[in-house]
């Protein structure tokens, strides 16, 4: 693992929440962007080598919407920035850690995601990124 890639915070409102962390790290978000696929629209700010991806559900059965409602608005998973995701995974998968999607799919900021089940990885939702080519 390269470094703590990002930090995704569940939001219900992203336009409010934008505001809300421009008046807490000082500065404005960098880009907002759809992943269809996931059901979100994310919003991500800097913050040294890490950012802070903010993710609003665009619709009722995404995994985001889903979470806000079962825990409210929040931390939602830390991604982890990898090399190479496959081999990853499968180093991942040999400890004994449980793989949500062991095919990478397409993320948001140009990555190829995967995510570890929160069961494996002491109650916190864990994504491998990588940049892709």
């Known amino acids: 693992m390269k470094k703590v890639e990002h930090i995704g915070i569940a939001v219900a409102d992203l336009e409010k929440s934008n505001a ?24 991500f700010f800097q913050v040294g080598e890490t950012k802070v991806e903010l993710l609003q559900a665009t619709r009722s059965d995404s995994s985001i919407a889903k979470y806000i409602d079962r825990k409210s608005e929040g931390v939602h998973h830390i991604a982890f920035a990898v090399e190479d995701i496959l ?3 499968a180093r991942l998968k040999e400890a004994g850690f449980e793989i949500l999607n062991e095919t990478p799919k397409e993320g948001a900021d140009n990555k190829l995601v995967v995510f570890l089940h929160p069961r494996s990885t002491n109650g916190v939702l ?7 080519a």
């Open 20 to 43: 809300l962390f421009k008046n807490l790290l000082g500065k404005a978000h960098f880009k907002t962007e759809k992943v269809e696929g996931e059901g979100v629209e994310t919003s």
């Open 126 to 132: 864990v994504e491998l990124c990588q940049e892709k």
């Open 87 to 89: 081999t990853e995974v």
